[in-house]
């Protein structure tokens, strides 16, 4: 079931989510090929802590790794990957369904690989769900910046 915050936020741009067995869509290969979509289509957030203790989440296109180079010059300070209790304590969502809007206080960064792709997918906060939308939708959505730290 769609969380209510997640679901307030579908409704006030209009959009829907596409549901389906709990537990199906936690990567994103097992995202892309429920949707059939191409991987490098679903949008994969990742919430990073850097060494000031702030907490940042990164969304870049399924098909692409994270570079903690770039994430390191963009911000200023290493990161790490957050954990699973962190990121569902700072989130409100669990690991393999974290939603990139509807989360307070983090501060997101869209990646421009997800650019690339007319339609992209991010979770709607659980792990049977993808949201069909816009690159430009997310980045308003999410109030993000768009960055470049996806590795080469």
Not at 18 to 42: D, H, R
Not at 78 to 87: C, F, I, P, Q, R
Request: charged share 20%; proline share 5%; net charge negative.
């Amino acid at each position: 079931m769609i969380p209510y915050s997640v679901q307030t936020v579908l409704e006030n741009h209009k959009l829907s989510a596409i549901e389906f067995e709990p537990g199906s869509t936690p990567t994103s290969l097992m995202a892309a090929e429920q949707l059939g979509v191409k991987v490098g289509q679903i949008a994969k957030s990742i919430l990073m802590r850097g060494k000031d203790n702030t907490y940042r989440m990164f969304v870049l296109a399924g098909d692409h790794k994270i570079s903690s180079g770039k994430v390191k010059r963009l911000t200023g300070v290493k990161h790490s990957l957050a954990g699973a209790e962190e990121t569902q304590k700072v989130t409100g969502f669990l690991p393999g369904s974290v939603c990139p809007f509807a989360v307070e206080a983090v501060d997101i960064f869209l990646d421009s690989s997800l650019k690339k792709w007319p339609t992209v997918y991010p979770a709607a906060g659980t792990d049977s769900s993808g949201v069909p939308v816009t690159f430009d939708q997310l980045l308003e959505i999410c109030n993000a910046v768009e960055v470049d730290v996806a590795a080469d």
